[in-house]
C-alpha cells in the first residue's frame, strides 16, 4: 500500500500538472489569436515584436507542444531571428525546458494509469528504461531533426526513467539538432541561397542516415527477441 505522504505528494503533482495544461492550452489559444500560426514569418513577426525577443522565443520553445508546432519550423525561426549562435543556444534552452515540461506531465497524470493497464508488465519495460543506454538512445532520437519529439519525451515520463539523465540526454541530443535547422533558418534570413542548400542537404542527409539506422535497430530488436530494450 503507497503511504499517505507519497499519495499526498502524487496529488499535489497532478494537480499542480492540470494547472500547467490549462496555462499551456490558454497561451497556446491565445498565440493562435495573435497570429502565431504555422508560418515561418508569422512566428518571426510576432517574436520580433516584444522587446525581450529572446525570451518570447524560449517561451514559444516551451509551449510549443500546446501550439501543434514542428519543432523543425520554430528551430529554424530561431536561426532566422537570431542567427546560427543564438538560435542554437535559445532552440536547445528551450527546448530543453519543453522537454522536461512534456516528460513531467506524462509522469504525473499518466504513469498510474499505465500501472494499472500493464500492470506487472510494466516492469519490464521499466527495466529496458533503467538502462544506462537508453539516455544515450534519446540523446540520438533527438538529435535528428525528422523525428517528433513530443511522443518520445511522453514515453520517458510514462516509464520509470530518472528525470536527470532524460533531461542531459535530450539537451545533448538538442544542440545538433537546433544547430542544423538555425544555420537553415540563418541562411534563408541572409538570402545566402548556396548555404541554404547546403544546409538542407545536409539535414536530409541527416534524416536518411537516422532512418536507416532505425530500420536496422528494429531488424536487430526483432533478432534479440523481446529482451531487446527500448525502441525510440
Known sequence: ?????????????????????????????????EHAQWSGDSLRAFIEQWPLAPLAFIVVMVLRPFLLMPSALVMTAGGALFGVLGGTVLGSIGGALGGAMSFWLARSLGRDFVERRLGGRLAKVDRAFGQRRSARLVALYTAFPATPLGVAQVACGLSAMRGLPFAVATLIGLLPRTALLAWFGDSLAQQQWLRAATALLLILLVVAIGFALRRRAVAVAAEAGPASGPTL
Not at 507519497?6 to 492550452?25: D, E, N, Q, T, Y
Open 1 to 33: 500500500m503507497t503511504p499517505a505522504p507519497a499519495r499526498r505528494s502524487k496529488k499535489i503533482s497532478r494537480v499542480l500538472a492540470l494547472l500547467l495544461v490549462a496555462v499551456g492550452v490558454g497561451c497556446a489559444l491565445w498565440l493562435h489569436r
